[in-house]
């Protein structure tokens, strides 16, 4: 017979403030000045301080018949720069990342507030190749949930578009694009002989399923038209590049600004102030303003914060790549978005939210700040590298190899090797494959 008890226990939630300040922190620059101008709308209490007006100096000097110069070299290409500055200074249009337009998808998939807030978070820390990139545990730590709570939602979202987003291995991944069809060899073949099928053992395949040659054929060719990356081939790969932050060398300094000097300036109406103080608004009107108030105060002090953790976050990457940042562009050490979070007193969630789209000007380039982060490897010897060094030795023995006789990958061990780098085949096979260079046959040329 069932009976009724009391539990008490603690839960850990997100204030309003705390999620606002998240959904900030995670927009790049442009979508940022979106979500101000928005703000501005709909909020009356807030208002945008404009900046001081230039005074004019010249009057007439800007006029074709006051320039003291022949009309012809008026319309030059060097004259054209001011009307192609006109243009850079429009606003940019609207434009939705990969990950922003999953979560609209969230919208229609029937789960509830606290669901959709849980799902935006395992969105948000996923990779660049779509998979899960924390433990599932410290999302629910998060939301003071056990891991089990969020199972369910974790799954909701592996089958939304692309089918295996947030997936948290590559059988995962194919087994969820292939469930629709649970009878199928291909299934049987991801979910009972995965590691036969990795390693090509197809005779052992063929033993245990009991099929036939021409049966596992068919289904290794359709498994391999899958998708074992959802999150690539969605990137934004063509869009404007827009800084977050710049960093710059001064002296023996790093200067760190974010880049939001043309952000509108936001501050509370002083005509809304002043009538709170004067009692000029009464009942639900003076309630009215005073959350008003409360929504803009907030906002803009979600706005202030992001752009110090984005500073904060910059910096530590900096002290953890030193040698990068010093003109070393070939070596990075190991780091984890975790090393940054413990760096900084915050949560992984955070760190993860403030490099993912946000980019770096550096005096080499413009980095995404998630190019700093990468995993560590030990060789054979015992030294332990960050996996970057070793792509980027990997991909310059393959630049200069001779294309007419491209290298195997037990060659490329060897060239390695010589380089100083001791490792198994298939180990250089996995990064040459993550690099996105195709196996010997596949960069022959004649």
């Known amino acids: 017979m069932p009976t009724l008890k009391q539990i008490q226990t603690q839960k850990q939630t997100l204030a309003p403030r705390q999620v606002l300040q998240a959904k900030l922190l995670q927009l790049n620059t442009v979508n940022l000045e979106q979500a101000i101008l928005k703000e501005l ?6 208002e945008q301080l404009e900046p001081e007006e230039p005074q004019e100096t010249l009057k007439e000097e800007s006029t074709v018949d006051d320039m003291d110069a022949p009309i012809e070299d008026i319309y030059t290409d060097a004259s054209t720069y001011y009307f192609e500055q006109e243009i850079r200074d429009l606003p940019l249009p609207d434009r939705h990342s990969f990950l922003e337009d999953i979560i609209e998808q969230l919208r229609d998939s029937g789960l509830s507030d606290l669901e959709q807030e849980i799902a935006e978070e395992i969105l948000w820390n996923t990779n660049e ?8 545990l410290l999302i629910a730590d998060g939301f003071g949930l056990e891991e089990e709570n969020i199972e369910p939602i974790l799954k909701a979202v592996q089958r939304m578009h692309p089918n295996g987003l947030a997936s948290r291995d590559l059988q995962e991944c194919l087994t969820i694009q292939l469930e629709h069809d649970p009878e199928s060899l291909s299934y049987k073949v991801v979910t009972e002989c995965f590691e036969d099928f990795m390693h090509k053992r197809y005779e052992r395949i063929l033993s245990r399923l009991k099929c036939t040659t021409d049966d596992l054929h068919e289904a290794v060719e359709r498994v391999s038209h899958l998708n074992p990356r959802p999150g690539e081939g969605y990137a934004d790969r063509f869009q404007t590049v827009i800084p977050d932050v710049i960093v710059r060398e001064d002296g023996d300094e790093w200067v760190i600004t974010t880049n939001d000097g043309g ?13 709170l103080d004067n009692g000029e ?14 929504s803009a105060n907030w906002f803009i002090q979600a706005v202030k914060q992001r752009r110090v953790t984005l500073v904060n976050v910059m910096r530590a990457i900096i002290q953890n790549q030193p040698e990068w940042f010093s003109g070393n562009m070939d070596f990075l050490r190991p780091l984890k978005l975790q090393d940054i979070a413990d760096a900084i007193g915050m949560d992984i969630s955070t760190i993860s939210r403030s490099t993912r789209g946000k980019f770096a000007d550096t005096p080499y380039g413009i980095f995404e700040l998630k190019y700093f982060f990468t995993d560590a490897i030990e060789l054979n010897d015992g030294r332990v590298l960050g996996t970057f060094i070793i792509k980027r030795a990997l991909k310059k023995i393959i630049d200069m190899e001779d294309k007419q006789h491209p290298l195997s990958d037990d060659a490329l061990v060897r060239k390695l090797k010589v380089e100083g780098y001791t490792m198994a085949r298939r180990t250089i096979a996995k990064y040459r494959d993550q690099s996105g260079v195709p196996v010997a046959r596949l960069r022959k040329e004649i």
């Open 263 to 275: 952000l509108p300036e936001l501050r509370i109406s002083q005509i809304y102030e002043d009538g």
């Open 281 to 294: 608004y009464q009942g639900k009107a003076k309630t009215f303003i005073r959350e008003k108030m409360n």
């Open 129 to 136: 190749r779509g998979y899960l990139d924390t433990d599932l």
């Open 41 to 46: 709308e709909q909020n009356p209490v807030l």
